[in-house]
């Protein structure tokens, strides 16, 4: 099954499997290869008048950790269907207003060589207390460059996505 084919079948499944009532819109789902992540909308607070940004985002906060405690029952049992079918972790998380809360998700570690003058910029962004380790380093340098190079890496997955439609239609498909 490729990939295209499984991520559509887990976004179906979830169709199918997530209470109407939960979301505002369809879920954003995200699949890789160890996890997958639920995102759903759900509806910001009302306040009344004029409010502060703090005040805003502490009933936002507060209207995410309301929907994380009246689903969790429902949202295991969702998460072990799916595990028990994919083989991967679930995630879940929301947004309300302006605020995206990412619920517990899986955190892998992955094994990498680096030569001295990479561990050197490692080691600057520990030395200079923005990451708190070398592994925390290496991790905020992916974010960075995830968010730099955006269209390099959307341009990257449809070549990819490409690949895979020529090797299905191979003689040996």
Excluded: N, Y
Excluded at 37 to 55: C, F, N, Q
Excluded at 59 to 87: C, M, V, W, Y
Excluded at 117 to 134: C, F, H, I, K, M
């Amino acid at each position: 099954m490729s990939t295209d084919e499984s991520s559509d079948r887990v976004r179906g499944w979830l169709t199918g499997r997530l209470p109407s009532d939960w979301f505002e819109a369809e879920p954003e789902i995200t699949i890789d290869r160890d996890e997958i992540l639920v995102v759903g909308k759900i509806p910001a607070p009302t306040l009344e008048g004029e409010v502060s940004d703090a005040t805003r985002a502490a009933a936002e906060a507060g209207r995410i950790k309301q929907f994380r405690e009246d689903t969790r029952e429902r949202r295991i049992e969702i998460a072990r269907e799916l595990e028990h079918a994919t083989g991967r972790k679930v995630a879940w998380g929301v947004v309300s207003g302006g605020t995206r809360t990412i619920f517990t998700s899986l955190s892998s570690p992955v094994m990498t060589r680096l030569r001295q003058p990479e561990r050197q910029v490692l080691d600057t962004l520990v030395d200079a207390g923005v990451a708190r380790s070398r592994s925390d380093a290496l991790s905020w340098c992916v974010k960075l460059v995830a968010q730099h190079s955006e269209t390099w890496l959307a341009d990257l997955r449809e070549a990819m996505a490409k690949v895979e439609d020529v090797r299905r239609s191979g003689p040996d498909a």
